[in-house]
């Protein structure tokens, strides 16, 4: 054994051997418990950063450890390689998004394999690869022919610089969320996912998913955003129209005043007067080119503009005004919206500007609204009034009473409404998989035939960025023939969005070499669904929903029989460092700054807040720099150390350096004790001295609460802590040559805790320990109850509820000798001097308050 710690020689050597031996590529077998443990795999971007450090290494320590455990572990590697990043690259770049992805892809595939962790790489896939779409494209064709995929006209969300439709989740702060660019409306026909047909039992089992976070479960239950209410028509007067509504208050429909419509409202240019169709168009015009989401923010200022049409209240025949609203949105309910302005603060605030007519309907208890003098709606319960023969009643009954009402006369019905809409699933860019749908003159929208997929992206283009997708430019692409007629016909040119890719590569990775469907049914159901899922809090209403979606799909489709992909779910926290920038050249790089100044200008480094890591800030580390000043298992480490996983991770290089010298502790600990632990027994615990069984103690404890720590609470940073303490308690062992085998029992059990952290160093030292075998055939250590038996106890001892000192006695000592060492003890004595003792009370193996006066 080397006398000095060299990280990088040995693991090399150690990641050599590993890729040579593949000693993680695994297979089903029924006679070992399954662990199927993932991560969310990461876009090619080219090189990984210490996000990917930390959530790979997250994961690796929980595959290592059920490893270790007995378990038959699948832990597998891919690449969500499809999307607009590559061809925005690949405009900047001047290359192909093919070839930029591909070598990203190597890269990155090298310095997973330089963190060494413990990857299945036998059942590495690529998202781009067409032995993975084609079966993405059979299952689109499946969900066609049941409905659940469908093309329609919609306004769009619309990315004038990626030149493509977003979905409604990939719009931030009305921002494109890739490129930041301010999103735009836009009408266009697209491909929708009919997801809303799973709305309530996706929304039925967040309450059946014990091993997910509150706080994903509710975004993902607010996303769904089920409402309970009445479907109501208002007949529009002198016309043979009517407008539905959806309202979840039909108590107050006595109190409906006027109607609001969302201007992209399909009635709103049949219910326009002539007289009035100038003003109507200005005013759809520049809300559509307004902000979109700022339209439903309660701060936004309330606007409409009348179409000169009016609406029948079917409870009482009241002529109500037709409004368009710029608060009102298609995108949920009806796009219409009965307005009371007296219970509802957006109708109020609107009525009050264009001086509409008030009528409370709903009285609280002990109070008189009067519309003249009300400042605000009043949204909460009470009393009907003016609400004809319902007067009266408390608005939660008046609410069945008037849906039933509404019902008997044939003007509505109850009803539920979703937040959730369908999945606009088409992206007009190129770096995507093709949708397989070909469009003929005479027979429509046809599908591919299955014997013909997969419908291969061409690599053969010219590729400039410009002008929207390239593929609608190809004609060796897009002209094609008709399945059915075979005359003439053009293929669909627009690809699915990359969320459609990940939301099923889970389920490819039990079978990915599969080629006769999308799964082997039988290996999904040995391995799925997946035991632990790992990765980012930002896709709870994106990626994790449709994933929900996609197996609940492919259930339905007999594909696979699964309810639901990932039994457990650990969102972790962002890898934060403070910003540091200089007044003339902006933000700085770590490496840009010497002595706290600007290298360039030698201005002095201004420092900022913590935030997450971002090339944007400079506020970033590279772990190829790290990974070769300290080694892989240094950053491993100090990312599992420095916070628990599902909190926010702050970079300090005093952490990493302190990793760093606990590791080569761990290595001169093994090194120095080689020859004095060389030939130790197996230890018999009836033949050791008290320093000998006080530090097995020890060894014990650790593995007990290091074993808990890792198993189902992710708490790595105190179990790595307690093994930083059995390290300091080993080396200040007294005796280390009378109780050898209780050294190298220590010894070997930091090597074995340690091994899922820090895998290189510790399968190096283990074999320098004269083990022939790999580690993780060592098995995980397990506690030996009789070991943490004390033969003493510490007892508090108090004065009057004080701590005035601590006493030690023999575990098995009775009330009077407890009683009798605390009254005796020096420090307590001193406070009973001039004292009577009136009372003595013990607390058995914990405390003694001693009563005086």
């Excluded at 923010?297 to 029948?312: L, M, N, P, Q, R």
């Excluded at 039990?510 to 082997?520: F, N």
């Excluded at 105190?718 to 080396?731: D, G």
């Excluded at 007892?795 to 023999?810: F, H, S």
């Amino acid at each position: 054994m080397q006398e000095r710690y060299n990280p990088l020689e040995l693991e090399k050597k150690w990641q050599t051997q590993w890729m040579e031996s593949e000693p993680w590529k695994v297979s089903e077998d029924g006679n070992k418990p399954k662990y199927f443990l993932l991560e969310m795999f990461p876009y090619p971007s080219g090189r990984i950063h210490m996000g990917h450090v930390r959530n790979y290494s997250i994961g690796d320590v929980v595959a290592r450890f059920k490893r270790l455990q007995g378990y038959n572990v699948l832990h597998p590697m891919g690449w969500d390689a499809f999307g607009m990043p590559a061809e925005n690259a690949a405009i900047q770049h001047g290359t192909h998004p093919a070839i930029w992805t591909r070598e990203n892809i190597a890269n990155m595939r090298t310095q997973l394999k330089r963190m060494g962790l413990s990857y299945d790489w036998s059942r590495e896939l690529a998202t781009c690869d067409p032995e993975y779409y084609r079966w993405e494209q059979l299952i689109f064709l499946k969900m066609f022919e049941k409905g659940l995929a469908y093309k329609k006209s919609a306004a769009v969300n619309w990315c004038p610089q990626c030149e493509t439709v977003l979905a409604n989740e990939q719009v931030e702060d009305e921002c494109c969320w890739r490129c930041e660019n301010k999103v735009e409306l836009k009408e266009l026909d697209q491909w929708f996912f009919r997801i809303t047909s799973y709305a309530e039992e996706l929304l039925e089992w967040t309450d059946k998913l014990p091993g997910w976070p509150d706080s994903v479960l509710t975004m993902q239950r607010n996303w769904i955003g089920k409402s309970t209410g009445c479907d109501i028509d208002f007949a529009v007067d002198g016309k043979d129209e009517t407008i539905r509504v959806f309202t979840t208050r039909p108590d107050t429909l006595f109190g409906a005043t006027f109607m609001s419509l969302a201007p992209e409202h399909p009635l709103v240019q049949s219910l326009t007067v002539p007289e009035r169709s100038e003003e109507v168009e200005a005013f759809i015009k520049r809300i559509k080119s307004g902000d979109q989401l700022q339209r439903s923010s309660d701060e936004c200022e309330k606007e409409g503009v009348f179409t000169g049409t009016y609406c029948i209240n079917p409870v009482n025949g009241a002529k109500m005004p037709v409004f368009l609203a710029n608060f009102v949105l298609m995108g949920y309910g009806t796009g219409a919206v009965m307005a009371v302005p007296t219970h509802d603060q957006r109708d109020f605030e609107f009525a009050r500007k264009y001086d509409l007519p008030m009528q409370v309907v709903i009285q609280p208890d002990g109070e008189v609204l009067d519309p003249a003098t009300m400042s605000e709606a009043w949204e909460g319960s009470g009393a009907m009034v003016n609400s004809g023969s319902f007067d009266g009643l408390d608005n939660a009954t008046g609410k069945e009473k008037i849906s039933a009402a509404i019902e008997a006369q044939g003007s509505g019905q109850r009803s539920v409404n979703y937040r959730l809409r369908d999945w606009l699933v088409s992206r007009q860019r190129y770096w995507g998989t093709p949708i397989p749908v070909i469009y003929c003159d005479d027979c429509g929208a046809v599908p591919v035939p299955e014997q013909d997929l997969p419908v291969e992206l061409p690599t053969d283009i010219e590729f400039t960025g410009e002008g929207g997708s390239p593929l609608a430019k190809l004609e060796s692409f897009v002209n094609t023939t008709c399945p059915k007629c075979g005359q003439p016909a053009r293929r669909e040119t627009d690809t699915f969005d990359t969320f459609v890719e990940s939301s099923w590569y889970f389920l490819r990775y039990a079978s990915p070499h599969c080629d006769t469907a999308p799964v082997d049914q039988s290996a999904v159901d040995y391995w799925l669904p997946a035991d632990q899922y790992i990765g980012g809090v930002e896709h709870a209403v994106m990626h994790l929903l449709y994933a929900r979606f996609w197996t609940k799909i492919l259930r339905d489709l007999e594909m696979i029989s699964l309810d639901e992909p990932f039994e457990n779910l650990l969102t972790q926290g962002m890898v934060c460092m403070e910003t540091r920038s200089c007044p003339e050249h902006g933000w700085l790089y770590p490496e840009e700054i010497k002595n706290d100044r600007c290298s360039r200008c030698d201005a002095v480094a201004v420092t900022g807040r913590n935030e997450k890591m971002s090339k944007s800030k400079k506020n970033v580390i590279d772990p190829d720099g790290l990974i070769n000043r300290y080694g892989a298992d240094t950053a491993r480490l100090f990312t599992l150390f420095a916070a628990p996983p599902e909190k926010d991770l702050e970079w300090n290089d005093q952490g990493v350096e302190g990793c760093f010298r606990f590791l080569n502790r761990v290595w001169r600990l093994v090194y120095d004790n080689l020859a004095t632990i060389e030939d130790a027994g197996d230890v018999d615990a009836t033949m050791l001295q008290p320093a000998a069984r006080d530090l097995r103690r020890q060894v014990h404890r650790t593995i007990k609460k290091v074993t808990q720590d890792i198993d189902g609470s992710f708490h790595f940073n105190t179990a790595i802590a307690a093994v930083m303490e059995l390290v300091n308690a080993l080396y200040a062992a007294p005796d280390k040559e009378g109780s050898p085998e209780v050294l190298r029992e220590g010894i070997e059990s930091v090597v074995r805790l340690l091994a899922p952290f820090v895998p290189h160093l510790c399968e190096e030292l283990w074999h320098n320990l004269g083990y022939e075998n790999c580690l993780e055939e060592s098995g995980w250590p397990v506690w030996d109850e009789d070991a943490l038996v004390s033969d003493t106890l510490l007892i508090i001892v108090q004065v009057n509820g004080k701590v005035r000192g601590k006493v030690t006695v023999p575990a098995d000592a009775d009330k009077d000798l407890v009683e009798a060492t605390a009254l005796a003890d020096a420090n307590v004595v001193r406070f009973l001097e001039g004292k009577d003792v009136r009372k003595v009370i013990v607390v058995p193996g914990r405390l003694v308050n001693l009563v005086v006066g």
